[in-house]
């Protein structure tokens, strides 16, 4: 009997077989890339919760009151206060106004802390005041959350004394009475919904445009963050790009953000997500939170009183001053 010849393998099974590989490779990367995102998400928001801890610290230390979010120059010195590096040295007034210098001390100078997404192994922190200054990863709710403080001229004579933007302005509840003085928190205990008022968010700042894509990981970012209203100007929306569509379903729900960018209106410190399409975010009472456009959409997030308006969590309007 003759031997029967060996089979080699066909064109056609090589290919299949190649296919399957580089399915399954494909699939492992995707895996690993997810992965990695998701560890690195959970790292940022471990990095916001020691940043919230601090911010509580600081108005320990402080009887009660919170971190301001922007100190004019002018109202420095009104104050008489100024501000150090990690070797003792003064700092420029100017470099002081954003709040990572007045809240390093409170890290124990832990610099990496506030721009882990800074690829430098070993920086000379002291010597970069201006990136300290105007990009940590995360930027404070400065605005509502201990206040944007600009000088205030009183009677000639007198000294410059300083007050916090909106602290004049009213909001009309839902009653319809017309509400003054209450949209600034300045005090720790003073906040009614501590598991709900964003405190810190992942922030970068945004020229006008639409923005689809995330930030990329080492992204300069923001030293405050502002919720889509100020006052009666629109800063920034939850969109679709140039093909806008209604954000609402017909029962008034917002709409997921995982398929929507966010639409810029002003040149402005926004939110922004880094690693996934989730945005960090550290609430009052010090929890994190991996939060989307949709929910940072509501003013309730921004400002403690904001449930108390009329119309919705989405509409609260305030005015200018």
Request: net charge negative; proline share 6%; glycine share 8%.
């Amino acid at each position: 009997m003759r031997p029967r010849a060996h089979r080699g393998f066909t064109i056609v099974e090589v290919l299949v077989v190649l296919g399957v590989i580089v399915l399954l490779v494909g699939l492992l990367a995707v895996g690993l890339q997810t992965a990695a995102r998701s560890a690195n998400k959970t790292k940022e928001l471990n990095t916001a919760r020691q940043l919230g801890m601090a911010w509580q610290q600081y108005s320990s230390t402080y009887e009660d009151q919170l971190l301001p979010g922007w100190i004019e120059p002018a109202v420095q010195t009104a104050w008489k206060v100024k501000y150090k590096d990690a070797a003792g040295t003064t700092l420029p007034a100017e470099a002081c106004r954003t709040y990572p210098w007045r809240l390093l001390p409170f890290l124990s100078f832990d610099f990496p802390t506030l721009y882990d997404y800074l690829e430098q192994e070993e920086p000379n922190w002291n010597a970069a005041v201006s990136t300290v200054a105007d990009n940590p990863s995360f930027g404070l709710n400065a605005y509502y959350v201990g206040g944007w403080w600009e000088p205030l001229q009183g009677d000639p004579g007198l000294p410059v004394t300083g007050r916090p933007v909106f602290a004049n302005a009213a909001f009309n509840d839902r009653d319809g009475r017309e509400l003054r003085g209450r949209l600034v928190t300045r005090s720790l205990s003073s906040i009614r919904r501590p598991s709900e008022l964003v405190v810190f968010a992942s922030s970068g700042y945004r020229e006008p445009g639409f923005y689809k894509e995330r930030a990329t990981p080492y992204e300069p970012g923001a030293a405050w963050a502002v919720p889509p209203r100020l006052g009666s100007e629109q800063v920034w929306e939850l969109s679709y790009g140039d093909e806008f569509q209604e954000l609402t379903t017909g029962s008034g729900m917002l709409l997921s953000s995982a398929v929507a960018g966010i639409r810029v209106f002003e040149a402005q410190a926004v939110p922004i997500a880094r690693h996934n399409v989730s945005i960090a975010t550290v609430r009052a009472d010090v929890s994190t939170d991996a939060s989307g456009l949709n929910q940072l959409m509501e003013l309730t997030r921004w400002i403690d009183v904001a449930g108390e308006g009329a119309g919705s969590a989405v509409q609260f309007v305030h005015t200018d001053e």
